[in-house]
């Protein structure tokens, strides 16, 4: 059978109420669901019971590895079709872009970001970024419970100045991929600092929305950390819960 033959039957499988859920989707979908439900069950109030009957969905999603939503935009995550280049796969991930003019020259402002271990400085979930060569990263992220998130990363695209283009590698606890413009700004002095981020949580989709219920959403924490970029690189000082945080190395 041809892979076109291939992609029209799973297409026809998935708008027909066939599988077209990740088997470790379908796993994270049940457990969410469940924790949801007895959420739900013990607050008995108003928004806690409508997240019950949101774990009710999850539950019947990974009991069933259908997705009415992956049907109707005729997408899944039961067969990878993503690229060997790509670490997030086409209409899979979750995409977070932002813009924030800094008064520094794009120079200044691509050194101290392409120098990755200075990024925690201002990145509040970033633990820590360990530099294993010119182009090779070790990133480890803070996630809830106090648990912690890790991958590699390679960097794919580059210029001076200008641009700094990254994906994450095979093997990573969240597949990733992003890039940071430097632009002179065009109405006035310093620079257009842009950020595209793009992700794939472990549970897909229905994984981010629930965890946008729980206070974590990624559109808040790039802004959030564009506007400390922005106080250290003008000011050499970042804000920490009402006092001023001075680092060292910004003049």
């Known amino acids: 059978m041809s892979s076109e033959q291939n992609d029209l039957q799973n297409n026809n499988t998935s708008k027909s109420g066939g599988a077209n859920v990740h088997p470790i989707e379908r796993i994270v979908s049940v457990l969410g669901g469940g924790a949801l439900i007895a959420y739900g069950a013990i607050q008995r109030k108003p928004v806690p019971l409508a997240l019950a009957g949101l774990g009710l969905g999850l539950i019947g999603r990974g009991a069933t590895g259908h997705c009415p939503m992956y049907s109707a935009l005729g997408t899944g995550t039961a067969k990878d079709t993503s690229s060997p280049a790509a670490s997030v796969p086409h209409d899979q991930g979750i995409k977070v872009e932002h813009t924030v003019t800094i008064n520094r020259t794009p120079a200044e402002l691509f050194h101290f970001w392409r120098s990755f271990d200075n990024l925690p400085q201002f990145m ?128």
Do not use: C
């Open 124 to 251: 509040d979930h970033l633990e820590s970024v360990t530099i294993q060569d010119d182009t090779h990263s070790h990133w480890v992220v803070k996630a809830p419970a106090g648990r912690t998130v890790a991958w590699d990363a390679e960097i794919i695209n580059e210029v001076h100045h200008e641009l700094i283009a990254w994906k994450s590698l095979e093997g990573a606890d969240v597949d990733n991929a992003g890039s940071v413009h430097f632009t002179p700004a065009t109405s006035g002095p310093g620079t257009e600092v842009r950020v595209v981020l793009e992700y794939r949580p472990p549970a897909g989709k229905i994984g981010a929305a629930v965890a946008k219920l729980w206070g974590e959403n990624p559109q808040q924490q790039v802004e959030s950390d564009l506007r400390k970029f922005k106080s250290v690189m003008e000011a050499g000082e970042v804000p920490t819960n009402g006092a001023e945080k001075n680092l060292v190395g910004i003049s």
